[in-house]
């Protein structure tokens, strides 16, 4: 059975920052394709950053240079870090694991950034 369980998300102010946890069971997460997407209320869930199973890392426009996606082979687990935090950046946060047909998602983490 796989699960994807995410963590770290708070309230924090503007300018600051969080790291976003998502620890997975029943995959390795070398071999998927890992993501963030998050989802504002009232809005659509939108792809934050994602990291291939070789490494390879992209970002949404809107948080390049702020957001940086990781990941801990050893314990099976990915990270968002998030600097220099927006309230635009306020959503819920789901991790995202996907390999050709199959893909499995976190039951979501809030983040809110205060003005």
């Known amino acids: 059975q796989v699960q994807l369980v995410e963590s770290g998300g708070g309230l924090v102010q503007a300018g600051g920052s969080l790291r976003l946890s998502c620890a997975a069971s029943g995959i390795i997460i070398n071999i998927y394709t890992m993501g963030w997407y998050r989802q504002a209320p009232g809005k659509q869930r939108e792809l934050v950053a994602v990291m291939t199973g070789g490494g390879s890392a992209n970002y949404a426009d809107s948080v390049k240079g702020r957001f940086t996606i990781s990941r801990d082979n050893a314990k099976n687990t990915v990270y968002l870090q998030m600097n220099s935090l927006k309230p635009e950046d306020t959503a819920v946060y789901y991790c995202?694991?996907?390999?050709?047909?199959?893909?499995?998602w976190g039951q979501g983490t809030q983040v809110t950034v205060s003005s």
């Open positions: 995202n694991a996907r390999l050709r047909g199959y893909t499995f």
